[in-house]
């Protein structure tokens, strides 16, 4: 019954609903642009109901729509009679608000907008009509509102999420019944019945889109960016995994260090490429890039206990910037910023190594873990990142002075500033950005600046009490924590507070300087050591000289069984053998600081030697170990025991004052083969200074040949997808036709020539029988009907086999037709070629 | 179709790069839209698959081969909603519609009913399935199609036809014994006579046969002629496609079929063998043991491991051979052994003609100068009685 009414109704309901869509759009999409503020209510009931009494009284018969507007006109004049006055001045008022946009009266701005909603669904009920009886104006309304969301799109217009989807579901509906104009298939309804009878589905897609969100930002595919990115490091891994083999961290496991800071065991000889590093300029000392810092020790190996997620790395190259800021009269003396980037080759960890006084990691998630740099899952091949970090330039003796002064708890007294402004210096200094922070500006009050601006005027210096000289440190402090901190992108982001540094600072002495017993053995040699030495900084500096001396060898053996926590450790180490390799000495290193209530810890990573370069291969023999001594106000000194390493760990660059060289002896130990650490050449010393002044400078060119490298290195292997796609759908083809009968073979062929016969204009009509195309064929193309058609209507009516000629002759007409969609260009026939398939 | 993907591919990737950069109700709109859209689409595939049903039926199932039956299907939408494309694929190896175009499309709205009246043609014999193969249903955006079988075919069990011939061009040799048969037997059914030999008894001599003729005839004995027409056939099954083995099976049937009705209408007896591996026989006189036999080629299932080779030995076991006129065999392959039972036969005086159908092989060269060896190409879709 549903089925019957609806058949008969159907251009009804189809109107109605066209009509009721079109209003929906211009209410709900451009309601606002209308003066209709809120669609929802009674302008929205007001147009329904407009349409709806259109959309009838227009399918009524000729008569009976005279009557129906005659009698909508007789209700309008009455209502308006009934109005009188009022409705005079109200459409008064309506004709000036449409005019100028602004209500007369605002007590009918509602009326206003029901006006508008009605004179909206006047307009949607002729345009309904109009589409309905024209299809190609419904595409073109259609392609119009696709290019009215397209310009809101782009232009920032603001549009409703019910008129965005209502004019996508216009789009969609359109499209479904031009699909259906170009289906061929057996119809017999009419278009507008096979639409309303699609709108159960139609209506199901419309709620379903009107449930999806539509959030005001773009979409972060954080989600797809994770996957993507475990995807990636799956297939890498696998890839490495068959071609070089497994393992994780192996890069720093290979010589002997193991994840874990295992000691003891031999080392192996292997020098494979593991990442590379790039610098915008030359460096100015050799580069020590910390993996993993530990902080126990049993005896036998290394054990990592602190994973305080707070930042560490950017706290400690505050306090030492703010410590050099405020106490060195040439701040540039001891401290250069340098930028360099990372990239990993055939290499995975999950260690970012890094420098000791890193400030910036950029283009990286990271996480803080115990003073240690790590992502959060193991990256591999392709991975990169830049750092900012401070040269420290150890090895000078001003640099220790500094320390000497400044070493005591708090920060004690500074390096005497001079009375004038002339040391002032902006050093380190990078160009090109706004945040550029001046390193070693002297301060022109006790009040510091903020960072990135260069003093010109500080010439006063720092004099004063030790108290004053604290707080302009702490000062310097605070500006620097606020600045690193909102540069720093690990785990804990954000501007960092004094209350960070001495929750830092607390860390750090319980983590780091817990007491070591010695035995009387290794006391007495400490105190020979140690003999004369006062200060922390002397005591360090002899316990380094002293181990220096010792014997370096890469095959000290196992440790032995009774070797079971620190004391005994050194026992073995210092009074036994007396050698080892990096791992030994830095461990007897942070014991023996320990010992002297110094804070001190054991790092592994790498020893570059990149002095006066821009780019280094860092290799797997490039693993190392070093100590790292903590001096309150200061923050990490690291020092380098190892025999043979002074030369790598110590190329000072000249001061403005004293001299490059230091004043350590040579080491008797025969020094093993290392990578070299050259010699500053005094000549091109000064080119590092200069070019370390200067800015960023991007190597535009590699970054554009890389692009175009990839680019058409892309397109060839898309060039060659396809060609392998063409020859493999060719191969199938020609497989699939082989396979054929006699029938199938025909019937194939003959389908093509059908085609050919339709970029040639020949299409078989409804009602036209094979007999009439095949001589309109013929006549058409000045030749005999081709035969094939004959053939094909013995097959088809007469239930008669194909003959063998009939394959050949099909053959044959389709290179004809071939040759005459030649004679009409070039183009199409390589395309008709293209799709035939040959 | 294809084109409809691509446009849609296109638009779906637009979508993603939209709500990369933007957000918004176009955006997001835009993209939900697309993603929807596939999704909307298989729902409503689905849909259709539940509630589309076909039937269908044919006038009878025992279907004689290349008698058109009646047939009858008819699409209709019982739902509440368009079906926008369904597709009917009919099976046409075996057996065609007449008037239902392969593949043809049908738009189908709530109440519409697409009934056809037609006739089914079975080309070869066997059962097998006939009418609608598979169904085919496409949405209303051309973008996704589902092919499923049709879950209710119909199974026919197709007789083989019988060929009427009016005349054995191939074998008139039949057709004359025939007429000499008949004619002998007018007056005496059962007897038989031949020329008087010196020393026929007397008492023996057909005296009403010599009257006819003008000459002494002397009544022959139960075993002193030969005897009528052996007809053989092999039964192996050639191949493994259906599309192979059946028209081939059914060609050879059909000239079993074909002559049996000849030699049955001309009343010329004969004994019919079939089967190697266990051989089997009948006799063949009046129309009651011909029907015997045609319901016999009904069931008859042709084996892969029956060998022509063994035919000899079987047919030498049945006792027939030698006392045979005329021997008539139906093959495909002509085995060394098959062609030397022929040319022992046609020098004893037998006539022989082997039927070969189809493009089988050949064992050795066909001796040329035998003329009571006869050899008759018949291809598998050549019209039987124009050949025969």
Not at chain 1, 387 to 410: H, K, R
Not at chain 1, 629 to 656: C, H, M, N, Q
Not at chain 1, 776 to 784: A, D, F, I, P, S
Request: net charge negative; charged share 25%.
């Amino acid at each position: 019954m549903t089925a019957e009414w609806i058949r008969k109704r159907y251009k009804f309901i189809y109107l109605l609903f066209q009509e009721l869509l079109l209003l929906g759009i211009c209410l709900f999409g451009l309601g606002y642009r209308i003066g209709i503020g809120a669609p929802l209510g009674f302008p929205l009931a007001a147009g329904v109901l407009s349409v709806f009494l259109l959309t009838w009284i227009l399918d009524l018969r000729p008569r009976e729509r005279l009557f129906a507007f005659l009698a909508l006109a007789g209700c309008m004049f009455l209502a308006a009679l009934a109005a009188g006055e009022a409705g005079t001045a109200f459409f008064a008022s309506y004709r000036i608000w449409l005019m100028d946009g602004e209500a007369w009266n605002p007590e009918w701005q509602s009326g206003y907008e029901v006006m508008q909603a009605v004179l909206a669904a006047v307009l949607c009920c002729l345009f309904g009509r109009l589409t309905d009886r024209f299809f190609p104006v419904r595409a073109v309304l259609a392609g119009v509102l696709a290019a009215l969301l397209a310009v809101s799109l782009f232009g920032g217009l603001q549009t409703g999420h019910a008129g965005a989807v209502l004019a996508l579901w216009y789009g969609v509906m359109t499209a479904a019944e031009y699909v259906r104009l170009r289906w061929e298939k057996r119809k017999e309804a009419d278009a507008a019945l096979y639409t309303v009878w699609l709108l159960p589905v139609g209506l199901l897609f419309l709620v379903l889109m009107l449930m999806m969100p539509t959030p005001q930002e773009a979409y972060d595919w954080a989600f797809v960016k994770a996957a993507y990115g475990r995807i990636r490091e799956s297939v890498i891994t696998h890839a490495h995994s068959l071609v070089r083999g497994g393992g994780e961290d192996f890069g720093v496991s290979f010589q002997g260090l193991s994840e874990d800071g295992g000691l003891g065991g031999d080392l192996r000889e292997e020098s494979r490429e593991l990442f590379r590093i790039e610098s915008d300029s030359l460096f100015r000392t050799n580069l020590y890039l910390a993996g993993a810092s530990y902080d126990r020790f049993d005896g036998r190996k290394w054990e990592k206990t602190c994973h305080e997620e707070e930042p560490w790395r950017v706290l400690d190259a505050a306090e030492t910037v703010s410590a050099v800021q405020a106490w060195a009269q040439t701040p540039s003396d001891h401290l250069w910023y340098t930028q360099f980037g990372v990239s990993y080759g055939w290499f995975r960890t999950g260690y970012l190594f890094a420098p000791l006084k890193t400030r910036t990691i950029q283009d990286t998630e990271y996480e803080n873990d115990g003073g240690d740099l790590r992502f959060g899952m193991q990256r591999g091949y392709g991975t990169s990142y830049r750092i900012g970090y401070y040269q420290i330039n150890t090895g000078a003796p001003d640099f220790y002075e500094l320390l000497e002064s400044g070493s005591a708890a708090g920060g004690s007294e500074p390096e005497e500033a001079e009375a004038s402004g002339a040391g002032s210096e902006a050093a380190g200094q990078e160009t090109g950005s706004a945040e550029t922070e001046a390193v070693g500006q002297k301060t022109g009050s006790a009040e510091s600046e903020t960072a990135g601006q260069e003093m010109g005027s500080a010439g006063q210096g720092i004099a004063g009490s030790e108290d004053a000289m604290r707080s302009a440190k702490q000062e310097e402090l605070e500006t620097l924590l606020a600045d690193y901190g909102a540069q720093n992108r690990g785990t804990q982001a954000g501007e960092l507070t004094p209350e960070d540094m001495e929750r830092y600072r607390e860390n750090v002495r319980a983590n780091y300087g817990e007491g070591v017993r010695l035995s009387p053995g290794v006391k007495s040699w400490l105190d020979q050591v140690l003999d004369g030495a006062e200060t922390d900084v002397e005591k360090l500096r002899a316990l380094e000289y002293a181990l220096s001396v010792l014997e370096y060898t890469q095959t000290p053996g196992a440790l032995p069984e009774r070797v079971k926590d620190a004391g005994s450790f050194l026992d073995h180490f210092l009074l036994e053998t007396g050698r080892g390799y990096c791992s030994y000495f830095a461990t007897a290193f942070v014991l023996l600081a320990r010992s002297q209530g110094i804070p001190a810890r054991y790092v592994e990573g790498f020893c570059v030697p990149a002095r006066q370069k821009r780019s280094v291969a860092v290799t797997s023999d490039m693993t190392h170990a070093w100590p790292e001594a903590w001096l309150e106000g200061f923050g990490w000194i690291p020092f380098e025991p190892t025999p043979g390493f002074r030369d790598v760990r110590y190329t000072p660059w000249k001061t403005s004052g004293g001299a490059r060289a230091d004043d350590f002896a040579a080491p008797k130990a025969t020094l093993p083969a290392r990578p070299d650490g050259q010699d500053a050449d005094p000549d091109t010393e000064g080119e590092a200074a200069d070019e370390g002044a200067d800015g960023v400078q991007m190597d535009r060119r590699a970054v554009w040949g890389r692009i175009f490298r990839t680019a058409g290195a892309g397109l060839a292997v898309l060039l060659g997808c396809l060609l392998a796609a063409l020859w493999a759908d060719r191969a199938v083809r020609s497989r699939r036709f082989a396979r054929m009968g006699l029938t199938e073979r025909f019937l194939y062929v003959l389908r093509q020539d059908l085609w050919l016969l339709s970029l040639l204009g020949l299409v078989r009509g409804e009602t036209e029988t094979l007999q009439e195309f095949r001589e309109r064929c013929g006549k058409t193309l000045e030749t005999e009907s081709p035969a094939s058609l004959a053939f094909y209507e013995e097959l088809r009516y007469g239930d008669k086999a194909v003959p063998d000629p009939a394959l050949e002759e099909a053959l044959r007409e389709r290179e004809e037709l071939l040759s005459r969609i030649r004679d009409g260009g070039r183009l199409r026939y390589w395309l008709a070629r293209f799709r035939l398939g040959g | 179709m294809r084109r409809n993907r691509i446009v849609f591919a296109v638009l779906w990737l637009l979508s993603l790069a939209g709500i990369s950069f933007y957000g918004g109700a176009v955006s997001y709109g835009f993209f939900f839209c697309m993603t929807l859209i596939p999704a909307v689409c298989l729902l409503y595939l689905l849909a259709v698959y539940f509630c589309f049903h076909i039937y269908q039926e044919i006038g009878q199932r025992d279907v004689v081969c290349s008698q058109p039956v009646s047939y009858y299907f008819v699409l209709q939408n019982e739902s509440f909603f368009a079906f926008a494309g369904l597709g009917v694929t009919l099976f046409s190896d075996l057996s065609y519609v007449e008037d239902i175009p392969d593949g043809m499309e049908f738009e189908l709205l709530p109440g519409d009913r697409y009934p056809f009246h037609t006739r089914l043609v079975c080309r070869y014999r066997g059962e097998y399935e006939v009418g609608v193969k598979e169904i085919a249903v496409r949405d209303f955006l051309r973008l996704f199609s589902v092919r499923y079988r049709n879950p209710g075919t119909i199974k026919a069990l197709v007789k083989p036809r019988i060929p009427v011939l009016s005349v054995l061009r191939t074998l008139p040799e039949a057709l004359e014994y025939a007429r000499r048969e008949n004619r002998l037997a007018k007056d005496w059914p059962d007897v038989t006579a031949r020329d008087y030999q010196p020393g026929d008894p007397l008492k023996r001599v057909h005296w009403g046969a010599a009257a006819r003729e003008g000459k002494l005839k002397t009544r022959e004995e139960y075993g002193e002629q030969k005897e009528g027409i052996v007809l053989f056939l092999d039964t192996k099954r050639y191949g493994t496609d259906r599309r192979e083995f059946l028209p081939l099976e059914n060609r050879m049937l059909e000239i079993v079929l074909a002559l049996g009705m000849v030699f049955v209408r001309e009343n010329l007896p004969f004994s019919f063998y079939w089967g190697q591996r266990q051989p089997r026989s009948m006799q063949v006189e009046r129309m009651p043991d011909f029907d015997a036999l045609y319901g016999q080629m009904c069931e008859l299932a042709f084996d892969p491991l029956e060998d022509p080779e063994a035919m000899p030995e079987a047919l030498a076991g049945s006792g027939r051979l030698n006392g045979s006129r005329i021997v008539v065999g139906v093959l495909h392959e002509l085995g060394s052994a098959v062609l030397e039972l022929a040319d022992r036969l046609a020098r004893e005086g037998t006539l022989v003609v082997l039927y070969l159908t189809g493009a089988g092989k050949r064992g050795r060269p066909v001796p040329q100068n035998e003329p009571l060896l006869r050899i008759v190409e018949i291809p598998t879709e050549a019209d039987l009685e124009e050949l025969l």
